[in-house]
């Protein structure tokens, strides 16, 4: 027997099809209340695997002043501030020289006190853009963010980048590009693997150990 | 019709050539177009333990999702649809997740850990495993044969594979004409010759045996 419930599911099938944005809630208001939940399932279950609306431009106007879609497309192209330029405006802002900020830094993140000299010159490191900084420790993001009173959002959106250079594309674009490079690659390969000369210690990996 | 695979597709054209601007307008227009998907995922979520979002957080959501999907364009490096969809479908989960962490992880009355993955498995979804094997599947079938024709048609062939593993005619003839043909309950029952009604009951159960095809799919 053909219910309600299978016919709403279906006009709410047909509505979305078609590209009219129909409201999920307002669909459910229509079934008693003890059949909201099955239907619930029902149409996320289709919306999962339906095929994307054919919107118009009126709809798609419509979607993009939905607040949600407002605030997530303003919240995106707020491009982040360069990763030197965050960290010296707030450390600036907060009259903090790179010296305090690294003593504050070894003691909330449970350092030895003496890294303090090395977290300093790795600061002022990041500071003059020596660093690439998409290799910074989650853990330091989120001690910075705190010490510099900004939000972790915005320090891990200045650490990233919009799309890194992509070098396969251009290496498979090359005929003999494998003949050419095999040479530099195995000399790559050698220094790899190499045993570092340096004292790495757990600042190193804070500020260069990766993600 | 300009489906996810159009989308995808010139988005990657636009990112491998470096074309960054195109690139990132192009994702915004896709995501754009997913954003009542995204919508009804946060408004359907529900946790581990069994209990949904909250209605008033469902907003809150949406827009933490919309905004890690227009950031996914960063690194996204799929080639279609599929793979579009499945990344935006752990992306909602991850911040229905998160929205639940903020909002509701002091309540005493929310069975189990919000840390849970559906269904006790290690993935995001109950169908993220369906489409990654399909994906494979399929990789390893068009691996010789690739071509841009063949691209625009996996995310629709996904449907239509999980379809034809529906044993009942009635059933499987209602969804191809939903989901491929896209028509109305009112031009199926035309086209089949049945009862508008008989069309609605079809759906219904329809779409239950699909789910349950693509959760048995991804054991």
Redesign the interface.
Not at chain 1, 40 to 55: K, M, R
Not at chain 1, 160 to 163: E, N, Q
Not at chain 2, 32 to 37: A, M, Q, S
């Given at each position: 027997?053909?219910t309600d419930?299978?016919?709403i599911?279906?006009?709410f099938?047909?509505a979305?099809?078609?590209g009219r944005?129909p409201s999920?809630?307002e669909y459910l208001a229509r079934v008693p209340e003890p059949e909201r939940?099955g239907l619930?399932?029902?149409?996320?279950?289709?919306?999962?695997?339906?095929?994307?609306?054919?919107?118009d431009d009126a709809a798609?106007a419509q979607?993009?002043a939905?607040?949600?879609?407002a605030?997530?497309?303003s919240?995106?192209r707020k491009r982040p501030a360069s990763w030197p330029a965050l960290l010296a405006a707030r450390r600036q802002a907060l009259a903090l020289s790179a010296d305090d900020l690294a003593a504050r830094l070894v003691n909330v993140l449970g350092l030895a006190s003496q890294r303090r000299a090395k977290t300093r010159d790795y600061l002022e490191r990041a500071e003059r853009g020596e660093l690439d900084a998409s290799r910074f420790a989650p853990r330091l993001l989120d001690a910075l963010a705190e010490l510099l009173q900004t939000s972790r959002r915005e320090l891990r959106g200045a650490a990233?980048?919009?799309?890194p250079?992509?070098a396969a594309?251009a290496f498979r674009a090359g005929d003999d590009a494998a003949m050419v490079t095999r040479e530099h690659l195995e000399l790559m390969a050698d220094a790899a693997a190499a045993p570092s000369e340096d004292d790495w210690d757990e600042v190193d990996d804070l500020f260069r150990g990766g993600r | 019709?300009a489906?996810?695979d159009f989308f995808i597709r010139r988005f990657a054209r636009a990112?491998?050539?470096?074309d960054?601007e195109a690139?990132?307008q192009i994702w915004?227009d896709a995501c754009?177009?997913?954003?009542?998907?995204v919508?009804?995922?946060a408004?359907?979520h529900r946790f581990p333990g069994g209990q949904?979002l909250p209605?008033p957080d469902a907003?809150d959501a949406?827009?933490?999702a919309?905004?890690r999907i227009?950031?996914m364009g960063?690194n996204f490096r799929g080639t279609t649809g599929a793979e579009f969809r499945a990344a935006i479908?752990r992306a909602v989960w991850f911040a229905c997740m998160d929205t639940g962490r903020d909002v509701l992880a002091h309540e005493k009355h929310i069975g189990g850990s919000l840390d849970e993955r559906y269904d006790d498995s290690a993935e995001a979804g109950p169908?993220d495993a369906a489409v990654e094997r399909y994906l494979r599947e399929r990789a390893d079938v068009a691996a010789d044969a690739r071509s841009d024709d063949m691209q625009s048609q996996r995310?629709?062939e996904?449907?239509r594979w999980?379809i034809a593993q529906i044993t009942n005619e009635g059933y499987r003839a209602v969804l191809e004409l939903?989901?491929i043909d896209?028509l109305?309950?009112d031009e199926i029952a035309a086209r089949l010759g049945v009862d508008?009604?008989?069309?609605?009951?079809r759906?219904?159960r329809g779409?239950?045996k699909?789910?349950e095809i693509?959760r048995d799919h991804r054991s």
């Open positions: 027997m053909t419930r299978d016919r599911l279906s006009e099938i047909d979305w099809n078609a944005r999920i809630d939940e619930l399932e029902d149409i996320t279950s289709y919306i999962s695997w339906a095929p994307t609306p054919a919107y798609l979607i993009r939905e607040p949600a879609m605030a997530a497309l919240g995106y990233g980048t919009w799309m250079v992509r594309p | 019709m489906d996810d990112r491998d050539t470096g960054d690139a990132r915004e754009l177009r997913k954003f009542d998907l919508k009804g995922l408004r359907g949904w209605v907003e949406v827009t933490e919309m905004e227009l950031k960063e479908k169908h995310a629709e996904l449907v999980a939903t989901y896209r109305s309950g508008p009604n008989n069309v609605y009951k759906r219904e779409l239950k699909l789910e693509l």
